[in-house]
């Protein structure tokens, strides 16, 4: 069955320090990836989606993430957080066309220390 | 940038009372869904939508939902007689085939 997985529930980092959240997935084929990040109460806001192309994709919020087909990952990086990125992170696929149901993974809370 | 727009932003309903959730997705997006939250836990699949009809709908989503399109702008949920265990963030998206999926900012439903 088609899966996501986030590893980490909960990261701590210090502001400034460099953040990368892991994702990896179980498709059969490539699937669209996407990566939301929810603030408390807060509705899904798209950080970036990667479809196809360059495996780096940039998004908003100086954030960044890197598909690695034969890992299955699709990990978000930022080298340096601000306090303001505490939320929590969820990463997504969808099989390839843009009218098939998005799989969440279970989020990963990041909470930054100053 | 185009939004997704979702009312009532919260609803305190009581059990066994039928709720309508409603959604404007984006206006050129052809594709669209019901997805909720329960406090603490990841987002789940309801259904989606396309051409005026059901295109795929998950377990979650039993005889007591059901979506509309009433008109060319709307999209609704409809619960038809609310359990305690409805109680969630229930969240609409719509998309189109290279878009991506843009997410409203939610129906939090409290059953009581």
């Known amino acids: 069955a088609q899966s996501v997985t986030q590893p980490d529930i909960h990261i701590t980092v210090s502001e400034g320090a460099s953040l990368e959240l892991r994702c990896n997935y179980s498709?059969?084929?490539?699937?669209?990836l996407f990566w939301y990040v929810q603030s408390p109460g807060q509705g899904l806001q798209l950080l970036l989606k990667?479809?196809?192309?360059?495996?780096l994709v940039q998004g908003i919020k100086g954030f960044e993430a890197e598909f690695k087909r034969s890992q299955s990952s699709f990990n978000l990086r930022k080298p340096s957080v601000h306090w303001s990125d505490a939320a929590e992170y969820f990463c997504?696929?969808?099989?390839?066309?843009?009218?098939?149901?998005?799989?969440f993974g279970a989020g990963t809370r990041l909470a930054v220390h100053p | 940038e185009p939004e997704v727009t979702q009312t009532p932003s919260h609803q305190v309903t009581q059990m066994g009372q039928e709720v309508i959730l409603r959604c404007v997705p984006i206006s050129n997006h052809l594709y669209f869904y019901w997805y909720r939250q329960i406090l603490g836990q990841k987002v789940e699949f309801l259904v989606s939508?396309?051409?005026?009809?059901?295109?795929?709908k998950s377990e979650i989503f039993d005889d007591q939902f059901s979506v509309e399109r009433p008109d060319g702008s709307n999209f609704t949920l409809k619960i038809r007689s609310t359990k305690l265990e409805d109680s969630a963030m229930y969240f609409c998206a719509s998309s189109t085939d290279r878009s991506g999926y843009t997410f409203g900012s939610g129906t939090r439903l409290t059953v009581v």
């Open positions: 997504a696929v969808a099989l390839s066309g843009g009218y098939n149901k998005l799989i």
């Open positions: 939508f396309y051409n005026n009809e059901i295109s795929e």
């Open positions: 990667y479809f196809s192309g360059d495996t």
């Open positions: 498709y059969g084929a490539t699937p669209y």
